[in-house]
Nanobody, 124 residues
Framework: QVQLAESGGGLAQAGGSLTLSCAASWRPYSSHVLGWCRQGPGLEREFVAVIRWGGGRTYYTDSVKGRFTISRDSAADTVYLQMTSLETEDTSVYFC?????????????????WGQGTQVSVSS
């Protein structure tokens, strides 16, 4: 089973910044896609941003484009999500996931178990 450990959530004011980290328990393959999903109370888990481990191509949901940046540190097997210009609508539990394509939130790797996520709360 592969696991990812999220950290870095917290409380921020609207317009502020937070950076999330996601450390892999294994060395990701170049075919893996890692990234972030979020889930609000009573809502389904939704796609935020992902990055292809091989090549580093990134994908974002429209609502975070220009505000969030996903990156990876191959030496540390870690993915980051830099969040700027935070909005109250960004308040959610953020989960890190892995899959074989960009749809990691709906279809992660079979061997992957979701972690507890990290809470991000943005106040107005």
């Amino acid at each position: 089973q592969v696991q990812l450990a999220e950290s870095g959530g917290g409380l921020a004011q609207a317009g502020g910044s937070l950076t999330l980290s996601c450390a892999a328990s294994w060395r990701p393959y170049s075919s893996h896609v890692l990234g972030w999903c979020r889930q609000g109370p009573g809502l389904e888990r939704e796609f935020v941003a992902v990055i292809r481990w091989g090549g580093g191509r990134t994908y974002y949901t429209d609502s975070v484009k220009g505000r969030f940046t996903i990156s990876r540190d191959s030496a540390a097997d870690t993915v980051y999500l830099q969040m700027t210009s935070l909005e109250t609508e960004d308040t959610s539990v953020y989960f890190c996931g892995v899959g074989s394509d960009v749809g990691i939130c709906r279809k992660p790797l079979r061997r992957f178990a979701w972690g507890q996520g990290t809470q991000v709360s943005v106040s107005s």
